[in-house]
C-alpha cells in the first residue's frame, strides 16, 4: 500500500496542514523532538488528530501506572499489526525501563512473565474479543490483580484511543521515523 498511501496522505507539516492541524503538529514536534511521520499524515484530518491528541492525553492521566498503560497500547498495536505503533511504544517502554522479557512477549503476542500486566493484556483482549462485554470471570481475574472497574473503564478508554491511531496509521501507511528504527 505504500506508494499509494503515501500519494493519498503525505507526511504534512505546520506550513502545509490545514489551519486547524498546525498548532497540534507544532505541539507533536516540540514535546518529541521531531514530527513524527504518524502525526504529519493524520494531519490531513485536524479533527482525527486533534481527538487523538486529546484522547491520549486523557489515557495519560488515568490511575493506571506508565507501564500497565504501555501494555494497553502495546497490545493493541500488536493485535491490529501497526510497526509504527509498535515500534513507538517499545521505545516508551524501553524508556521507562521496563523488562526487556516483558516488551518481548508484547512483541510477539504471547503470555507476559509478570502477572499483574498479563491481567491486563488479558483483559484487553477480552474486551475486544467482546466488544467490551467482558464476561464476569474475565472482569473478575482482572479485579483480582488490583485494579479497580474504574481501572477496566480507563482501559476502554486505551482501547479507544489507540484503536483510532493504529487504524490510522495503518490507513495512511505511516513509515517508521528513523528515531524509532532501532525499536522496529
Sequence with gaps: MSGIATQHFPDLTPETAPAASRRSLEGVAHHLGYLPSAAARLAQSPQLLDGFLKLTALFDATELDPVVRETVVLTIATRNGCHVCVAMHTAQLTRL??????????RAQQPLPDARLEAVRRFVHSALDHTGAVPEPDLAAFLTHGFTPRNALEIVLGIGAY???????RLTDAPVDPQLAPYA
Design 97 to 106: 525501563a521496563a523488562d526487556p522479557d516483558l516488551i518481548a512477549a508484547l
Design 163 to 169: 484503536t483510532l491511531s493504529t487504524f490510522a496509521n
